[in-house]
């Protein structure tokens, strides 16, 4: 066993006799706590115990990152030394490389003999830094989540990165480069299992059962995989494809600021687009089927041999071809169920069901999980499982007004075209009377809308229909909303209609365009609701 | 399950409920309205102020001061009618288990947080407030912005005897569980 490799500070010195005179222990003082734990886990995770560094391979781990950030901070500079035609430019770039990898090795040896972590009173400490030493000290019943991920390298050396989401402040999220992984799993499984007992339930016998009561909802075949690749959004991909062309060429436009390679360029572009509407015709098609691969492939790095588990209290997610991810989600955290579809989805009958889970922290993404490829049989049992009334259920249906459907077509249809055809008088007289071609597509769009959008309600119950081009559903529990809602805009008003909304720690789900009275009706239901049961919602 | 016609009808009596519609809500203070003009006529004071500044060391073309003086004289008059109209709007009603808030003169919005969904309250209090001796309520919840309510433009000890009843409820309700 090693010992604590520095000598406690006067203060922590001071507070431990403190809490020794008390009676009881300060969570900072480290080594007595093994006697407290029972002789059982103490003598399995003995080693938990006391200061540990990670495994030797984070080292190799932390010298990734930094070399990955050095390089996403650095390259216009990189760029510009070989751009620049006076110098000799190649002694210039042997010495910076030198002096960063130089930078690079010692930071990353010295960040992984600096790093230590231990487990003291039913709190995760990690102290790290080296110029400032940060002390991390987490408590168990603090800590919302624990996430291994590995990518190839992690796979190599057979460690894997650990991420420890806590409630409360963002900053001090704690995380692990590299942990062996069996270390890793013995960590996660003493904290959770301890941290339910200080809860109170007592799940610990559970949650050792867990891996054994785990079954498997969905295994995604390869089949499946293509299906989801065909079906993404495409046209996100795309957008995002040319978001990131757009801040590359922006950032060597910045870099090379003599060299205006890219004025050029875009003069040459500038005259053939006004020249010709064959290229337009041209780059579209080769842009989408670009895209269109850029996701397929994306998807398989991703969802490769994706698993997804019903597991003793909630759900666990494994997936990715270079980089395993693994997420899981608490079913007493989940606030929010969502499942979606578009029109290539609906062709092969499957659903992305996403998972949201309660978050203090503004971090809304992260905290969910979202299953695709999922079949309507799946959909329903993961919902079941999260919401017992869900099978079976029955609803009361409310749809919205009819005028929404002119709000809609308004708002999505005429303003853009109007504001398209001003631009397109500006630049060419027939792209101004092309775009009103778009006016049908979205007087089409608004009537869907106006008639996929519904709120179905159930004593317990809500669910959300809507959608435009594909259906998107969500659905919640009453009793799990924090907030309601009941706004009018002018339109709204003068026709006595309104938008109720509900917010869950989350997200928010609302319906539009239903009259007031019953906007108010739901509203004071769903707070009688609350309201009468006071049932904790997390 | 989810996709057939099971979309039926339950019964649910909204009309038994207790509503909160026909509540008596209570307006903020006077003092507050004229808080707010006071501070829309300071911006547009400093705005003004700026742009005479500019007019000398930056030497554009007449029309360019010109229409900038006018832009911050519209949108000040439009803050003030948004202000004046909007005020009667504005108002905060409680009942046994939940509190509302109400605002908006063009976009109406009404917020119910129930106690027991409460995570904290506080009270703030700007320099100008300070000076009308007006506090800012806050509530929060866990439903992320969209879900907190800031009732502006109450008293100072107003504020304090809000705060300390709903504190009084939602403890009451914790103690419940």
């Known amino acids: 066993m090693r010992t604590h490799p520095r000598l406690l500070p006067l203060k922590e010195g001071l507070n431990k006799l403190d809490c020794y005179a008390k009676g009881g222990e300060l969570p900072i003082c480290p080594a007595p706590s093994i006697k407290d734990q029972g002789p059982d886990k103490a003598m399995k995770n003995s080693d938990l115990f006391s200061p540990q560094r990670q495994s030797i391979a984070a080292i190799i781990l932390i010298l990734l990152k930094f070399v990955r950030m050095l390089v996403r901070q650095l390259w216009p500079v990189v760029l510009v030394l070989l751009f620049n035609p006076k110098g000799n430019f190649e002694v210039w770039i042997g010495f910076v490389i030198g002096i960063l990898a130089m930078i690079s090795l010692t930071g990353s040896v010295i960040e992984y003999f600096r790093f230590y972590y231990w487990i003291a009173n039913d709190h995760l400490i990690i102290e790290r830094g080296f110029l400032r030493r940060i002390k991390l000290n987490i ?71 867990e891996k054994e009561a785990r079954e498997l909802i969905l295994h995604l075949r390869p089949i499946d995989l293509l299906k989801i690749g065909v079906s993404q959004n495409h046209l996100r991909t795309a957008g995002i494809i040319f978001a990131f062309f757009f ?59 994706m698993r997804f588990w019903k597991t003793v209290n909630g759900f666990k997610l494994e997936s990715g071809l270079l980089t395993r991810r693994e997420k899981s989600a608490q079913k007493d955290k989940i606030q929010l169920i969502g499942w979606s579809t578009n029109p290539l989805r609906k062709l092969f009958g499957i659903f992305k069901l996403s998972l949201y889970q309660a978050s203090s922290v503004e971090v809304l993404g992260d905290k969910s999980i979202a299953v695709p490829g999922c079949y309507q049989s799946h959909v329903d049992r993961t919902v079941a499982s999260v919401i017992s009334e869900a099978p079976g259920a029955v609803y009361e249906e409310h749809g919205i007004h009819p005028s929404a459907r002119f709000r809609f077509i308004l708002f999505a249809g005429i303003l853009p075209c109007v504001v398209l055809s001003i631009v397109g008088l500006v630049l060419e007289r027939q792209l101004a009377f092309a775009v009103w071609l778009y006016l049908p597509i979205a007087i089409w769009m608004g009537h869907v809308y106006y008639r996929k959008k519904r709120l179905f309600l159930h004593p317990d119950l809500a669910m959300l229909k809507g959608g435009v081009i594909g259906d998107e559903y969500k659905m919640l529990q009453l009793y799990k909303i924090q907030a309601v809602s009941v706004n009018q805009s002018f339109y709204q008003w003068r026709r006595d209609l309104a938008t109720v909304s509900m917010y869950t720690a989350s997200g928010e789900v609302s319906i539009p365009f239903i009259p007031i009275r019953k906007a108010e009706q739901i509203r004071d239901y769903i707070l009688f609701r609350i309201e009468k049961d006071n049932k904790s919602w997390m | 399950m989810m996709q057939q016609e099971i979309f039926q009808n339950v019964q649910i009596d909204l009309s038994l409920l207790p509503s909160a519609g026909g509540l008596d809500w209570k307006p903020l203070q006077q003092s507050y309205r004229r808080l707010l003009l006071l501070s829309v006529g300071l911006w547009c004071a400093v705005l003004i102020a700026g742009i005479t500044i500019a007019i000398p060391v930056t030497q554009l073309p007449t029309w360019v001061p010109l229409l900038a003086y006018a832009v911050v004289i519209v949108f000040s008059l439009l803050q003030v009618i948004f202000i004046i109209k909007g005020f009667p709007y504005k108002g905060y009603a409680l009942r046994m288990h939940d509190i509302l808030y109400k605002t908006g003169w063009l976009y109406k919005k009404q917020i119910a947080v129930p106690f027991n969904r409460i995570q904290h309250v506080d009270i703030r209090q700007g320099v100008f407030e300070r000076a009308f001796g007006l506090s800012k309520l806050n509530i929060y919840t866990a439903g992320g912005q969209g879900s907190d309510i800031t009732i502006p433009g109450l008293l100072d000890e107003e504020a304090q005897h809000l705060k300390e009843y709903i504190l009084r409820k939602t403890t009451a309700q914790d103690e419940e569980e």
């Open chain 1, 139 to 209: 408590p168990f019943d603090r800590i919302q989540s624990i996430d291994f991920e590995q990518n190839i390298v992690h796979q190599a050396f057979g460690v894997v990165r650990v991420k420890i989401d806590s409630a409360g402040s963002s900053q001090q999220e704690a995380s692990f480069d590299a942990l062996e992984k069996r270390q890793a799993e013995q960590l996660r499984d003493y904290i959770l299992a301890q941290k339910a007992e200080l809860v109170g339930k007592d799940v610990s016998e559970e949650e050792r059962k």
């Open chain 1, 247 to 305: 801040a590359i060429a922006e950032d060597v436009n910045d870099a090379l600021k003599n060299a205006d390679i890219f004025g050029r360029i875009g003069d040459e572009v500038e005259t053939l687009a006004r020249g010709s509407f064959m290229l337009a015709l041209i780059a579209i098609p080769v842009f989408l089927l670009i895209s269109f691969f850029v996701s397929l492939v994306r998807t398989v790095f991703v969802y490769y041999n």
